[in-house]
Nanobody, 123 residues
Framework: QVRLVESGGGPVQAGGSLRLSCTAS??????VGWFRQAPGKEREGVAV???????RYGDSVKGRFLVSQDNAKTTRYLQMDSLKPEDTGMYYC???????????????????WGQGTQVSVSS
């Protein structure tokens, strides 16, 4: 069973940057997705990276966030630049169960959720 662990969150001022890491134990067959959840809101997709290297981003982060993975495909990264207060939330990574789940970018199709890492952007 795959398990993922997030790290790298913290407080940052608006306009600043953070780099999150997601380390996987177990084999990733399709993709790893980054999601976030703000208080009182549903969990939303931020970015996904396929094992092939193909990437996809949520509309609210396009042009500001960059997802990548190391050559061994054990760690994924989420580089977040030009952060805004609305980027505040708990950030999670998880593995897509199938290629279709990766395309749908819906949290219900992902497994191996970690505890998350908190990102707090102040204005």
């Amino acid at each position: 069973q795959v398990r993922l662990v997030e790290s790298g969150g913290g407080p940052v001022q608006a306009g600043g940057s953070l780099r999150l890491s997601c380390t996987a134990s177990g084999y990733i067959y399709n993709c790893v997705g980054w999601f976030r959840q703000a208080p009182g809101k549903e969990r939303e997709g931020v970015a996904v990276i396929y094992t092939s290297g193909h990437t996809r981003y949520g509309d609210s982060v396009k042009g500001r966030f960059l997802v990548s993975q190391d050559n061994a495909k054990t760690t994924r990264y989420l580089q977040m630049d030009s952060l805004k207060p609305e980027d505040t939330g708990m950030y999670y990574c998880a593995a897509g169960r199938t290629g279709a789940d990766c395309r749908l970018f819906d949290p219900i199709g992902y497994i191996g959720w970690g505890q998350g890492t908190q990102v707090s952007v102040s204005s």
